[in-house]
């Protein structure tokens, strides 16, 4: 009895050398057998944090190809290895058993959702963003100066757009007339 009560973590902790317990006093065989989870990961890949315009760095850590655990990177000048709570739940965004991974559609008047291949949804877009754009199309202003534009359509970019898909969406846009191109990202 005596050698089990010794054996608890406050007894060693209040009667041998580690008084505040973070050292030897808090050790047990199932700490003992405990081993960082990271430790196990094949490889580790270096990313950004997909949800605001800070971008701060992640690493990901991989194993068999599935996402393990997703961490600050301190290697990031943005973030220094820091995530924010939203940031460090990221790894709910791959993994979490619940997540959207479906295109999903509720039809004009529709009360329910329902699923759609990425090839329909995609064509359902370009014919609407076609159709759009040639029902409010401007060509010229009352005055006949060419105006060449569709007020129909715009644009707003995510935060975690990078300066070459920006690139990319101006130049998309802007073939087609829209002139509203925006970006949430204010930095
Ligand atoms: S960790 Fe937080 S602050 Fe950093 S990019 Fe993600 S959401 Fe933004």
């Keep these: 009895m005596r050698q089990w009560i010794g ?19 808090a050790r047990s065989p199932r700490s003992d057998a405990l081993h960082p989870r990271l430790a196990d990961a094949d490889r580790v890949v270096q990313s950004i944090c997909p949800y605001c315009a800070v971008g701060c760095g992640q690493r990901v850590f991989v194993k068999d190809e599935q996402v393990t655990q997703i961490e600050g990177d301190p290697d990031s000048p943005i973030s220094l290895g820091k995530l924010c709570p939203k940031g460090a739940a990221s790894k709910q965004l791959v993994t979490r058993p619940d997540r959207l991974t479906k295109v ?44 060449r534009r569709t007020m129909g359509i715009a644009h707003l970019g995510g935060a975690t757009l990078d300066n070459e898909e920006n690139y990319l969406i101006k130049k998309l846009y802007t073939a087609l007339g829209a002139i509203q191109v925006e970006n949430q990202a204010r930095l």
């Excluded at 060693?12 to 006093?25: E, I, K, L, W, Y």
């Excluded at 090839?119 to 100066?145: K, N, S």
């Design 104 to 147: 999903r559609y509720r039809r004009p008047g529709g009360t329910e959702w329902e699923d759609l291949d990425l090839d329909t949804a995609m064509q359902m877009i370009a014919d609407r963003v076609l159709d759009t754009r040639r029902r409010t199309w401007q060509d010229t202003d009352e005055d006949g100066q060419p105006l």
């Design 7 to 25: 054996s608890w973590p406050v007894v060693r902790q209040v009667t041998g050398p580690d008084r505040t317990a973070r050292g030897d006093a």
